[in-house]
């Protein structure tokens, strides 16, 4: 979905207002959006606070708390201003509340109830550093955040946060997750605006439709949902595609687990894993029991002909052992859609990239990986280094990793996935990601949504996996991602 400058945003409300719309009806339902967000976040009520100003973004976190109190959650609310001082709507929103502990004490956090600050401080017209005494109480949040394990959630954009351009200001408030209300606004996809978003939802509002077009485009939910067909009651394995795996190696057969592993849990009818006669035994015994494994002594053996979709490269090793070309053969036999990642990624880099750009290709590079196949662009920004990869390779998909992953391909917009944490930098995430990139293609999925997809998946999991699931970011390991993607695809809808 494509995004509006603050200004142009700030028209387009206007615009519907004239057409009829009323500013507390949207300040209702984006209330109501917030508050169901964080709902879906956490797998029990805990403790709510509003942090806000004198506008209309501290109404839509006063609506929210009032949905969440509703919901068994506990609420308060802390502002430095005088009621006079405060807009007409955030007063009635106030009234509405009934007896809400204000500026009180905050208890110390249980470790069973999650403690939510909703950052209502300043709206997008907001430009330049955070002053008194707005200053000091995102100071508090901040703080709260750092000291009592607090999680915050920012309306719309992070306050001290420039919405067009993403710059930091000095004191800005440092957000778990941004709740961008009605259209996304550039600024949050900035890369200096990373560790102050965190993750991003659109709360979408039927009265202000997201406008068409625009170069980086949010990977929202909103736009993903219907893309994967539900299933007729008819539905059988072969319907669900066949996977080809080449992963894995001595020292790295945990990589082939879990691109195998991933490919099953997003819905492969059929997976098989391919491994030479040293590491068959190995591999055997690791294995899900759903997983085909397939003897085979060259690469020559394998046909990619049997399958729908192709994974290839998870801890293969950088140098191979076959000496006749039989891996650079392979590759020019992949006729079918193919995730190209690790290893496989770092032999092309090796031998010269040119040559191995095809349009059926999806490209997972890390950052560095992606600085080994195109060092020319190693000075660039992130995104503009994804627009010179689809302007350079005609079809290609490009899914370049990070905080914020980037999927790119020519004639398109950049896309910007905002699922996922910190928890997510540790090894093997992105083989889980390949496996669940291919599983999509081989379900029928065009390559750039099957991209777009699985980043979402493998981030929402790995959300889901400490909300839902008990880990911490510490804890976290590509094997939670696995077991949370079932949670992953009902939030999806499909």
Not at 102 to 129: F, K, R
Not at 220 to 241: Q, T, W
Not at 398 to 427: D, E, P, Q, W
Request: charged share 20%.
């Amino acid at each position: 979905m494509g995004s509006l400058i603050c200004a142009d945003m700030r028209k387009f409300e206007d615009h519907a207002f004239k057409q009829g719309v009323s500013p507390e009806g949207l300040m209702e339902k984006a209330g109501k959006g917030i508050a169901r967000a964080i709902m879906r976040r956490f797998s029990c009520p805990g403790t709510a606070i509003a942090c806000i100003g004198t506008g209309n973004n501290g109404g839509d976190a006063l609506v929210a708390i009032r949905y969440l109190a509703d919901a068994g959650w506990k609420i308060g609310m802390r502002c430095m201003h005088a009621s006079s001082e405060l807009g007409v709507l955030p007063r009635k929103k106030i009234r509405e509340l009934g007896e809400c502990p204000i500026n009180e004490p905050v208890p110390d956090s249980s470790l069973d109830e999650p403690m939510v600050l909703l950052d209502g401080l300043l709206g997008i017209g907001a430009d330049g550093p955070l002053r008194p005494p707005l200053a000091e109480l995102a100071t508090w949040m901040n703080d709260m955040r750092n000291s009592q394990s607090a999680q915050t959630v920012a309306m719309d954009i992070p306050s001290g946060i420039n919405g067009d351009t993403g710059e930091v200001y000095e004191g800005a408030v440092e957000a778990d997750l941004t709740l961008t209300i009605g259209i996304p606004k550039p600024g949050l996809f900035a890369l200096a605006a990373v560790n102050h978003t965190g993750s991003i939802e659109l709360i979408a509002l039927a009265e202000l439709p997201v406008p068409d077009g625009g170069d980086v485009r949010l990977n929202d939910v909103h736009e993903l949902r219907g893309i994967l067909p539900r299933r007729g009651h008819d539905f059988h394995k072969g319907d669900a595609g066949r996977v080809g795996i080449l992963a894995g190696s001595p020292g790295m057969l945990g990589a082939a687990v879990l691109c195998a592993t991933g490919a099953l849990r997003s819905g492969a009818g059929l997976v098989t894993l391919f491994a030479d006669a040293t590491t068959y035994p190995l591999l055997a015994p690791m294995l899900p029991p759903e997983v085909m494994l397939r003897s085979i002594s060259s690469f020559d053996e394998i046909n990619p002909a049997e399958f729908d979709a192709f994974a290839l490269g998870p801890g293969i090793g950088r140098t191979s052992k076959d000496s006749d070309g039989s891996f650079w053969a392979l590759l020019e036999r992949m006729s079918i859609p193919t995730v190209i990642d690790a290893d496989g990624l770092n032999r092309i880099a090796d031998a010269g990239t040119e040559k191995w750009m095809a349009p059926h290709f999806v490209l997972t590079p890390h950052p560095g990986e992606m600085v080994r196949l195109f060092p020319e662009w190693a000075g660039l920004d992130r995104v503009e280094i994804a627009k010179a990869f689809a302007q350079r390779y005609d079809r290609t998909t490009l899914l370049l990793k990070g905080a914020h992953t980037l999927i790119a391909r020519s004639g398109s917009a950049v896309y910007f996935n905002a699922t996922g944490n910190s928890g997510m930098a540790s090894g093997g995430q992105g083989d889980v990601l390949t496996g669940i990139i291919s599983s999509l293609l081989a379900q029928g999925l065009e390559s750039q949504d099957a991209a777009r997809m699985g980043a979402w998946l493998a981030g929402r999991a790995a959300e889901l996996a400490i909300s839902h699931g008990g880990e911490s970011v510490q804890s976290l390991i590509a094997s939670n991602v696995c077991n949370g993607l079932a949670r992953a695809f009902n939030d999806m809808g499909s």
